[in-house]
Nanobody
């Protein structure tokens, strides 16, 4: 199982980025994918989870209304559209899955901290 994030970079406050997470090694059609981030000196934070059929998504309060998760199962890719970025969004962003224990998103994203599989992360820096 492999997850590969891309799309990070440097953006000014108020700007947008779209992250991608390409998955291989299992059939992503049936499983939830989550997004986490970790800023320097801070704990890893679960920020989003999207169900296999995109019918349910969950967001942390810190990103609700600004970030949107989506997925294209035919491309085995999950996306995170990030708008109105703030300096406090600066972090390494990871996608992850725990398809054995959480094939569907739990409302409490902290339950996904023990995800079985993680990507290598992509850096997002919000700065003027």
């Amino acid at each position: 199982v492999q997850l590969l994030e891309s799309g990070g970079g440097l953006v000014q406050p108020g700007g947008s980025l779209k992250l991608s997470c390409t998955v291989s090694g299992f059939n992503v059609d049936f499983y939830a994918i989550s997004w986490f981030r970790q800023a320097p000196g801070k704990e890893r934070e679960g920020i989003s989870c999207i169900n296999p059929k995109s019918d349910i998504t969950y967001y942390a309060d810190s990103v609700k209304g600004r970030f949107t998760a989506s997925r294209d199962n035919e491309k085995s890719t999950v996306y995170l559209q990030m708008n109105n970025l703030k300096p406090e969004d600066t972090a390494v962003y990871y996608c992850a899955t725990d398809f054995r224990n959480y094939p569907l998103c739990p409302p409490d994203l902290s339950l996904l901290q023990g995800n079985d599989y993680w990507g290598q992360g992509t850096q997002v820096t919000v700065s003027s």
